[in-house]
């Protein structure tokens, strides 16, 4: 039997960057490293579509957001959809505010941005976004309501609304098992 060639240097380029990008930092309150989280993001998208782009994208989602690196350097490195595709995936922090002050607002940016994105740019965010959920659901199961606690934003409500919103916005996924899990996750969390 033949082996299919799949070429994935692209993703394993990202997956590299990605590495080095978060290298020696911690996921918030998990300890264990950072690039777990992107990992999972990849592995999630991949159950979605084969697009190298996009499982690229998936790795380097938040490389913007929580690193040094620019937009200019992933445009440089990795083309402009994919470093596009991260942008859209990247808050965008107001300077002189903290995070907790900004955080509705970013939040509402984020799941406005998202209803209006591309496809492509709604798959990446899927990737992140259960990711996300999937720890949240799996910290709940062990520590309950105090979980809020290690967040910027502690009202669980607040939580709520910001993953429904983000649901809605990412409807359009609702035929894949990814939107189905994230779905469930929300329901259990916030029963």
Known sequence: MANKYLDTGLLDRAIVFAVEAHHDTERRGKGFP???HPMEAVEIVATITSD???LAAAALHDTIEDTDVTYEQ????????????VRAESDQMTEGVSEADSWHGRKQAAIDRLAAAPHDAKIVAMGD???NMRAIWRD???RGDELWSIFHVTDKASHEWHYRGLAASLAELSDTFAYREFVRLIDEVFA
């Open 74 to 85: 992933l445009r440089e490195a990795f083309g402009e959809r994919i470093a596009g595709l």
């Open 129 to 131: 976004k259960l990711s």
């Open 52 to 54: 190298q782009e996009l």
């Open 34 to 36: 950072y690039i777990v």
């Open 140 to 142: 709940y199961q062990l």
